[in-house]
């Protein structure tokens, strides 16, 4: 009588591999999704170890009468206060502020999402959507800064009604968000111009902007970037910048003092990009210039990004420290396009300054997410005669026959035409609690 217990045996194998089966379509996938992300951070395509100097761009660090200042601090506006601009529970950006408030309250954000498996696959992700700024309502939730350029550029920032009928604003046919400077063909002091800053301020946050057009040209200096109050104290965190006709993005930090770069390896770093200037972030010590990285590629900035329809842009900030990442139109990750990031799947980011170095929760806190086109001033001013970066291989001066940049933009409408920015969007996330 063996084979009653056999099948009795047999039994508890079939219901042992069922069992089994069951938890394996649970555990597997995350196990590989645990692998995959893994793979994905320590198999990065990393760019040569450059170390590229200034030169010319930098003033000594002694020196502070005469310094070039890569930083742009300024009014900032609290969460809700509606300073100059109305509260922005009043407009209709898609700001949602109970997770945006959570993540400010929470020190470091941490991902507890989790997901169970179903027959269709479900793309999930631990950042979640809290500000939105996208076609007729792009402009809503934005403060309009109107004081004078802290960067002593020649401009005079204009509100959004004074922008608007005099050509400077508008979102286009195609619902995109537009930024311009005054073209008046001669000037005799500043031009006018937009600079915008968020309502809402953000520690640890998911910074993605969408653009097609970014302003570049002699004389001309653009910036997207995050700040916080009491300059450098809270940080500042340049997503895009350059100056003139530079092709190539700097991405930089200015910090307290204490904030370093490990090293300047790019491999070490993890990034695409090529450190320049120091591994000291910090703005007292470096003669504001703190840590910038420099991309690898001509189409990450000006006429080259331009040319190419633009791209998307993410900034990355939480417990690991702070990334920028640029995706060139035609590569984008389909995780944006779909609202569901997955940072950790993105690859070799353009720039990273990592926690272990550069605590982002000491040394950045409050900060908002601004726009600005500013003309000439402490960099674009400085460096009107120098050459040697990518793009600026002859200089401004060289380029226009004029000896200074302010004479060059005060006579020269026509050349602020490609001064704008055309954005199709910008949306912030945070990580869910």
């Given at each position: ?12 194998v079939i ?10 379509q649970r ?9 995959h992300?893994?793979a ?17 761009v ?22 809700g ?10 407009g ?29 696959t ?7 959507l809290?500000d ?10 934005w403060?309009?800064f ?18 608007r ?13 537009v ?20 309502h809402?301020q ?8 969408d ?23 809270s ?55 703190g840590?910038?990285?420099r ?48 940072p ?15 605590d ?55 050349a ?10 910008v ?7």
């Amino acid at each position: 009588m063996i084979f009653p217990k056999l099948h009795t045996h047999y039994a508890w194998v079939i219901l042992l591999l069922v069992d089994l089966s069951f938890a394996t379509q649970r555990l597997v996938p995350r196990v590989v999704q645990a692998i995959h992300q893994g793979a994905a951070r320590h198999t990065h395509s990393f760019a040569r170890d450059l170390r590229v100097a200034f030169g010319g761009v930098l003033a000594s660090r002694a020196d502070t009468s005469h310094h070039v200042v890569y930083c742009k601090p300024g009014k900032q506006v609290t969460f809700g206060s509606g300073d100059g601009g109305g509260n922005p529970s009043n407009g209709n950006s898609t700001s949602i502020s109970t997770l945006g408030t959570a993540s400010r309250t929470s020190g470091r954000p941490t991902s507890t999402v989790s997901s169970k498996p179903t027959s269709t696959t479900v793309a999930v992700s631990p950042w979640k959507l809290v500000d939105s700024h996208k076609g007729s309502n792009f402009f809503d939730g934005w403060d309009f800064f109107t004081g004078a350029d802290p960067t002593e550029g020649i401009v005079d920032y204009v509100d959004q009604n004074a922008a608007r009928s005099s050509g400077l604003l508008e979102v286009n046919s195609n619902g995109n968000a537009v930024m311009r400077v005054e073209t008046s063909s001669v000037v005799p002091g500043n031009r006018k111009s937009v600079r915008i800053t968020t309502h809402s301020q953000f520690n640890g946050a998911l910074f993605i902007m969408d653009s097609v057009h970014m302003p570049t040209g002699c004389g001309i200096w653009p910036a997207f970037w995050t700040n916080g109050p009491n300059w450098p104290l809270s940080g500042e965190i340049d997503i895009i910048e350059g100056v003139h006709d530079y092709t190539n993005n700097q991405a930089t930090i200015h910090t307290d003092v204490g904030c370093t770069l490990a090293s300047s390896s790019a491999n070490t770093l993890a990034i695409s990009g090529n450190v320049i200037g120091g591994t000291d972030c910090a703005a007292l010590t470096t003669g504001n210039q703190g840590c910038g990285i420099r991309a690898a590629t001509s189409d990450s900035f000006g006429a080259g990004f331009n040319a190419n329809d633009g791209g998307i842009y993410a900034m990355k900030w939480d417990s690991t420290g702070v990334a920028v990442y640029f995706f060139p139109r035609g590569t984008e990750p389909p995780d944006i396009a779909a609202g569901v990031p997955q940072p950790d799947n993105w690859g070799a980011a353009q720039a990273r300054w990592p926690a272990a170095s550069c605590d982002p929760f000491k040394f950045f806190n409050d900060h908002h997410a601004i726009f600005d086109t500013t003309l000439c001033g402490q960099w674009a001013g400085a460096v009107w005669s120098s050459s040697g970066i990518p793009g600026q291989e002859q200089s401004c001066a060289q380029r226009t026959g004029f000896s200074t940049c302010e004479a060059f933009v005060r006579a020269n409408g026509a050349a602020m035409n490609e001064a704008y920015w055309e954005i199709k969007a910008v949306t912030i996330y945070q990580l869910s609690k």
